[in-house]
């Protein structure tokens, strides 16, 4: 079984930045993808960033030049570094990973989601 587990959310003002972590743990092979999602109220859950095993990125157009997404392969931990926050970016984000496990089977883990809440 694998568990994912975010961390880092905060109120903060229109402006600030916050930093999001994201530890995968259990039954693990290896990781392919990582990243993040968030959902607003009264919304659809929405992409914001993604990380390939190699590092490659994704961003939505929405937070490109403003989001960073970084991951740390020897920690199972993938990280959302957000600068410039503004009042749409409040949401519950929530972090995503491919796992294969130990018994090589593959599959989307999620995690319980934390609260982003940017004030004006």
């Known amino acids: 079984q694998v568990q994912v587990v975010e961390s880092g959310g905060d109120l903060v003002q229109a402006g600030g930045s916050l930093r999001l972590s994201c530890a995968a743990s259990?039954?693990?092979?290896?990781?392919?993808?990582m990243g993040w999602y968030r959902q607003a109220p009264a919304k659809q859950r929405e992409l914001v960033a993604l990380?390939?095993?190699?590092?490659?990125?994704t961003y939505a157009d929405s937070v490109k030049g403003r989001f960073t997404i970084s991951r740390d392969n020897a920690k199972n931990t993938v990280y959302l570094q957000m600068n410039n926050l503004k009042v749409e970016d409040t949401a519950v984000y929530y972090c995503?990973?491919?796992?294969?496990?130990?018994?090589?089977?593959?599959?989307?883990?999620w995690g319980q989601g934390t609260q982003v809440t940017v004030s004006s």
């Open positions: 259990g039954n693990i092979f290896s990781i392919n993808d």
């Open positions: 995503t990973a491919v796992v294969t496990d130990t018994i090589r089977r593959t599959s989307r883990s």
């Open positions: 990380i390939s095993s190699g590092g490659s990125t």
